[in-house]
């Protein structure tokens, strides 16, 4: 698939094929496209915490209401940061941590890599959700400074995901001035 087919027609896919598993090698083929995201510093901050435990993956809803479709995935990917590890700043004047950024890259690559396999997903928040972060981390027990921020099912898509009309809007486009 041409990268920028592929840009276009990666759609959220939340209705999988029951049937199919997601091979491990392929599951880590995805990851390495999302361990090539950019990041802040080249820091690379991002871990990849491994669902594919039918009854954890249907229990994600009780974190996240939205992700009641993953009962029914192959597999599900937390992706997480350490924010220990991100480009960050503790001054006094300012704090800023580049953890969420970094790992939003990584997700959209691993968006992307799964769909040139065939593989369908769907990026579901976490950060910047208290309760969420909080909930994950007490689910799976992770460490404080482990900060999940995607939460990305994934399994083979039940149909062919229904493409948007053209979604280009020459007005979001400011050349040289507001
Ligand atoms: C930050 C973020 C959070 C999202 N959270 C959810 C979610 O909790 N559940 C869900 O089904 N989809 C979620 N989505 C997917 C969006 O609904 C989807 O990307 C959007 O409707 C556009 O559709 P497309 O991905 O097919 O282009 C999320 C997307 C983003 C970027």
Known sequence: MDLFEGILT????????????I???DLED???AAQ???????KQPWEFFVITDKEQMTALRHVQPWTSFAKDASAVILVCGNTDEAFSRHKEDETWNYSDIDCSLASENLLLAAHAKGIGACFCGAAPMPKVI????EMFSLPKNIRPL????????????????????????HWNKW
Not at 36 to 42: E, G, I, M, R, V
């Open 150 to 173: 995607s939460i990305v099912i994934l399994g083979y898509p039940k149909d062919e995901p229904k493409q948007p009309t053209d979604r280009f809007k020459p007005e979001k486009i």
């Open 10 to 21: 990666r759609r959220s896919v939340r209705q999988f094929d029951t049937t199919k598993k």
């Open 30 to 32: 995805i990851i390495r």
């Open 134 to 137: 909080a909930g994950l981390q």
């Open 23 to 25: 091979s491990q090698s």
């Open 36 to 42: 090539y995201a950019p990041s802040a510093h080249n």
